[in-house]
């Protein structure tokens, strides 16, 4: 049983992103105990775990791991009481958040990392109410929680590293990618991101320039694909023939001034220009551009073989173009 | 011969961009006449030619495709005058498109289909100097181009429809997606979205909250997957639960105020809320979010095992995680 007991996980909210979570970690061999208010809440949960299941079983459960090591505690303080690990998902409302993270505090161990999975508050405002702030982190997780890997760590004014640290190594325990962010900003990075381009597709729809399915396809047949495998930077290092994101900024570095989209670009200084191309090179780890382009490559032979599968039947933009 | 006269292409300007279309059209099996004034350009684009071919081989190449059917004609005009489709690549420059389109327009038969690559400059700016304007259109194509299916098409104020679905339908013998745009702006639909993304990746990267790597992974990890599957609009409606889109709009609506990105949201108007509804679950095909989501996952699934191969190591995040 000791081995249990080390392994113990709460997650506190079980809505979509709380019954991610949930699933993640019973999949990679802990105990989980779940706490929420709502009514019928034990059952929905039951339903939607076994509903993620057999993509777990498909992935690979770990040695173990199974769903009868769920249990459900109606009482808040009872269910984390003996957790080392807390992941929580109340609704995101600031006051509401604040008041179960500090009930969290006041009933776990001082050792035990306590996670928030709010996409927009700062965790500095988060730990204000906490008699130990220093394990209070955001990890911030994308939908569905139990297959994208991506989970951002934000520490608050008062969070140790050595909690962050904990929170990583928990995090690739369950087979994710933890992202540790250095400053806490609304939206973190990867809401942000993805808000730009939101933005942008609704101006695109607003102006009547294209359709909702259009700026789909606009996404999916295109850059959607590059993005799987390679973020923005090193696309357009790619971009840049041998040269890289040096050529790519010369070349390029003006568009940041059209009119392409409603959003702002900062000055390109040679600072900002730097940080950019030295990242990049960085994380291309000093590999020629060729092999990285081979290694693209090779990606994409095999996705547009698998994807085609999976892309959605298109509706109007088939009709448009059949005539 | 008749057989290879009837599908003979034409591509003007074998930089990144025009090589990419050569090998697609040799790879579907057209007799391909390139120019470019570059000196060496026509060694410099067999090697490319060869360098991309055997990632053609494995997609399936089709009856009678062979390198053999390029031919390289220092002179333009020459290069276009037995064309049935001309694509043109030089570089970004107004006047110089200006001119090579209208040299194009004046050697070759007016049935023939003119089609610019251009990401910047709107068609109707491009057809001006025509004397048979219908023709011109734009088909803006994505890097790797032999190997990403997404074309934009758009037409000038003087092009035909006619002319747009021969386009479509020559861009779809050689397995695209074109993407027909009802609205001239600059940058069209795709660079308008991911150009959005990359100005908030700047901003991010400027002020210090991520680096170029960090950005990266927050997209890789995350977004990217989905995207290459669903756009942005059929992600949400999949975030949204049983209601999808509409009930996806009342939660997040408020969001688009708050300054996550630089990048200011336009109203939300009970048009634009009824556009997005409408077109979201017309691209769903009425399917339940319930199957959209079970399709989403089994891709998902399938791809994460796929993408793990490919991934560039990660350099600095790996160190910061392994400290």
Chains 1, 2 share one sequence.
């Not at 019973?26 to 059952?43: F, K, N």
């Not at 604040?98 to 508050?121: K, M, N, P």
């Not at 190594?169 to 609304?186: F, G, H, N, R, T």
């Not at 789909?216 to 799987?228: E, N, V």
Request: overall charge negative.
């Amino acid at each position: 049983m000791t081995k249990t007991n080390n392994k113990q996980i709460a997650v506190v909210g079980t809505g979509v992103i709380g019954v991610g979570w949930i699933v993640r970690f019973l999949a990679h061999g802990y105990d989980v105990v779940a706490t929420d208010p709502a009514e019928g809440a034990e059952q929905k949960l039951r339903e939607g775990v076994a509903h993620a299941w057999p993509y777990m079983e498909r992935m690979g459960l770990a040695e173990g791991a199974s769903q009868d090591r769920l249990r459900f505690e109606a009482d808040l303080k009872e269910a984390v009481r003996d957790a080392v690990f807390v992941q929580e998902n109340v609704p995101e409302r600031e006051g509401l958040k604040r008041q179960v993270l500090a009930d969290i505090d006041a009933s776990t161990d001082r050792e035990t990392v306590i996670a928030s999975s709010t996409s927009g508050i700062t965790p500095s405002t988060l730990q204000q109410d906490c008699a130990h702030p220093e394990r209070i982190i955001v990890g911030h997780p994308f939908n569905p929680v139990y297959l994208l890997p991506l989970v951002e760590i934000v520490g608050g004014e008062h969070t140790s590293q050595e909690m962050i640290d904990k929170a990583s190594d928990i995090y690739k325990a369950i087979a994710m990618k933890p992202l540790v962010i250095q400053k806490e900003v609304e939206g973190h990075v990867a809401d942000r991101l993805m808000e730009a381009l939101w933005r942008e597709a609704l101006h695109i729809v607003n102006d009547g320039v294209a359709t909702t399915e259009e700026v789909d396809a606009a996404i999916t047949y295109g850059a959607g694909l590059r993005w799987a495998q390679m973020g923005p930077f090193l696309t357009f290092h790619l971009a840049g023939g041998d040269e890289g994101m040096k050529h790519m900024l010369k070349q390029f570095g003006p568009a940041l001034k059209l009119p392409w989209t409603k959003l702002e670009a900062p000055e390109l200084t040679d600072e900002l220009k730097d940080k950019v191309i030295e990242g990049t090179e960085q994380s291309a780890g000093n590999k020629p551009v060729q092999e990285l382009e081979k290694q693209r490559n090779e990606f994409l032979v095999r996705l547009l073989d698998l994807v085609e599968e999976y892309w959605p039947e298109p509706q109007t933009i088939l009709q448009n173009e059949q005539k």
